[in-house]
Antibody, heavy 119, light 111 residues
Framework: EVQVVESGGGLVQPGGSLRLSCAASGFTLSNYWMCWVRQVPGKGLEWVASTNRDGSQNESVASVKGRLTISRDNAKNSVYLQMNSLRVDDTAVYYCARDSPGRSGPDVWGKGTTVIVSS | DVVMTQSPLSLPVTLGQPASISCGSS???????????LNWFQQRPGQSPRRLIYKVSNRDSGVPDRFSGSGSGTDFTLRISRVEAEDVGIYYCMQGTHWPWTFGQGTKVEI
C-alpha cells in the first residue's frame, strides 16, 4: 500500500525546535518530489515546502524561509521538516505528501502530525 | 505570490443536483512548459485532503466521473454533475505553476 506516515509533532515553546519525520512506503521515494503542507485547525491549507527527487532543490514559502527546512534521505525512505525558531503562528497540523506528477500537487497524503507552539 | 480566489465560499447543495465552484488566479497559470498546473482537492470532515483533479481536467484514480474540471489561463471550474451525500466537505483549488504553490480559501459544500 502506498502511504506516508508523519511523526514528531508535539508541544514546543516559542523559539524552540522540532523535527518532523515522514516515513514513505509502497513506492520508490527517490522517484518523487515530496512536500509538506500545513493546516491551522478550522482553517485552509498552506503549502510549506517541497524537495526534488534527490534533495538538491528545495522550495519553501517565504514565511518559513530560514526557519523550516525540508530534507530527505531516500535510503531511509524518509522526508523531514526541521523546524527552528518556532513561532505561535506555526501551530498547525503538518501533512507530508507526495507530489505526482510534478507540480500537480499531492496525490498521497499522510494523516498529519500536530505541532503546537505555545508558552 | 499568486492569489487563488474561490467562489462561493459556502455552497448549499441539493442531492442529485449539479454544483460548481469557481477558482480564479491573480496571474496566468500556464507554465513555461505549456502545461497549466491547476489542481483540485477535497477534504471531508475529519480527514486529510484528497486530490480529485490535476492539471485542470485530469481526474485522479478512484474519483467518480461526476467530478470534472475545466478552465484555462486564470479562470477554472470544478463541477459535480449530481451531488451525493459523500461529497460534503471543503474543496480547494491549488496552483503548482509558480513558486510558492498557493491554495484557494476553500469552498464548503453542505447539503
Amino acid at each position: 500500500e502506498v502511504q506516508v506516515v508523519e511523526s514528531g509533532g508535539g508541544l514546543v515553546q516559542p523559539g524552540g525546535s522540532l523535527r518532523l519525520s515522514c516515513a514513505a512506503s509502497g513506492f520508490t521515494l527517490s522517484n518523487y518530489w515530496m512536500c509538506w503542507v500545513r493546516q491551522v485547525p478550522g482553517k485552509g491549507l498552506e503549502w510549506v515546502a517541497s524537495t526534488n527527487r534527490d534533495g538538491s532543490q528545495n522550495e519553501s514559502v517565504a514565511s518559513v524561509k530560514g526557519r523550516l527546512t525540508i530534507s530527505r534521505d531516500n535510503a531511509k525512505n524518509s522526508v523531514y521538516l526541521q523546524m527552528n525558531s518556532l513561532r505561535v503562528d506555526d501551530t498547525a497540523v503538518y501533512y507530508c505528501a507526495r507530489d505526482s506528477p510534478g507540480r500537480s500537487g499531492p496525490d498521497v497524503w499522510g494523516k498529519g502530525t500536530t505541532v503546537i507552539v505555545s508558552s | 505570490d499568486v492569489v487563488m480566489t474561490q467562489s462561493p465560499l459556502s455552497l448549499p447543495v441539493t442531492l442529485g443536483q449539479p454544483a460548481s465552484i469557481s477558482c480564479g488566479s491573480s496571474r496566468s497559470l500556464v507554465h513555461s512548459d505549456g502545461i497549466t498546473y491547476l489542481n483540485w482537492f477535497q477534504q471531508r470532515p475529519g480527514q486529510s485532503p484528497r486530490r480529485l483533479i490535476y492539471k485542470v481536467s485530469n481526474r485522479d484514480s478512484g474519483v467518480p466521473d461526476r467530478f470534472s474540471g475545466s478552465g484555462s489561463g486564470t479562470d477554472f471550474t470544478l463541477r459535480i454533475s449530481r451531488v451525493e451525500a459523500e461529497d460534503v466537505g471543503i474543496y480547494y483549488c491549488m496552483q503548482g505553476t509558480h513558486w510558492p504553490w498557493t491554495f484557494g480559501q476553500g469552498t464548503k459544500v453542505e447539503i
